[in-house]
């Protein structure tokens, strides 16, 4: 049986819906955690594009958050049956990753002045458009992003979902009932339960 190692920092942010798809498809993988001011520096020269997240499987390393993710996916049956419900998927977890983009946008700013002024207008504008957006596609689905049914785009988005609410400055899903309900119905999911059980504690 093939052995994964996760290698990533001691967050959530992207890693976590990396291992929620490795804890829903039940395969043996460790969670290995760097220490950033300790050891990045070195371990930073090894990576493939110099970043993490990375996921070893039996000696083939493999980056890029969504591209694991993707690869996961399809090996734990998350994908859909098709290319076009392959594409409906895709296309959520695009809305999700560009929502994201935005809000990283404002939060890894250097100056001062240009973070607030970003900061404005993701209250005033960004975030509330994205978040309804979201929620009615949520809501559409029944709970889910694609398909009516639960795929890997549901585990993107509750993956992140507390580094997006820190992002954010906000609980995202505090004004929208059907994100919250992609979040519960991801949570109750035999194997990512039990990770959500047992992780160590939220840290974005
Ligand atoms: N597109 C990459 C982005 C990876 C990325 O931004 N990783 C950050 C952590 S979230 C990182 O390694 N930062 C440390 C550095 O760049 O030195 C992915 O999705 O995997």
Not at 152 to 179: C, H, K, R
Request: proline share 4%; net charge negative.
């Amino acid at each position: 049986m093939t052995k994964y190692t996760l290698t990533y920092f001691d967050v959530e942010a992207l890693g976590e819906p990396i291992r929620m798809l490795l804890s829903y498809g039940n395969l043996d993988f460790t969670d290995n955690r760097i220490d950033f001011e300790k050891d990045w520096a070195k371990f930073k020269a090894a990576m493939p594009m110099g970043q993490v997240p990375i996921l070893e499987a039996d000696g083939k390393i493999m980056y890029q958050s969504l591209a694991i993710s993707r690869y996961l996916a399809r090996l734990v049956g998350l994908y859909g049956e098709n290319p076009l419900e392959d594409y409906e998927v895709d296309n959520a977890v695009d809305n999700i990753n560009d929502f994201r983009a935005k809000l990283a946008g404002a939060q890894y700013e250097q100056n001062a002045v240009a973070k607030e002024e970003k900061f404005k207008l993701l209250k005033a504008e960004t975030i509330p458009y994205f978040l309804e957006k979201l929620d009615a596609i949520a809501a559409e689905n029944d709970g889910h992003f694609a398909l009516k049914k639960f795929t890997w785009a549901d585990v993107y988005f509750t993956g992140m979902s507390n580094y997006l609410s820190v992002m954010a400055q906000e609980d995202i899903t505090a004004n929208y009932p059907n994100l919250k309900k992609v979040i519960e119905n991801t949570v109750a999911t035999p194997g990512i339960k039990e990770w959500v059980e047992k992780r160590p504690k939220p840290k974005v």
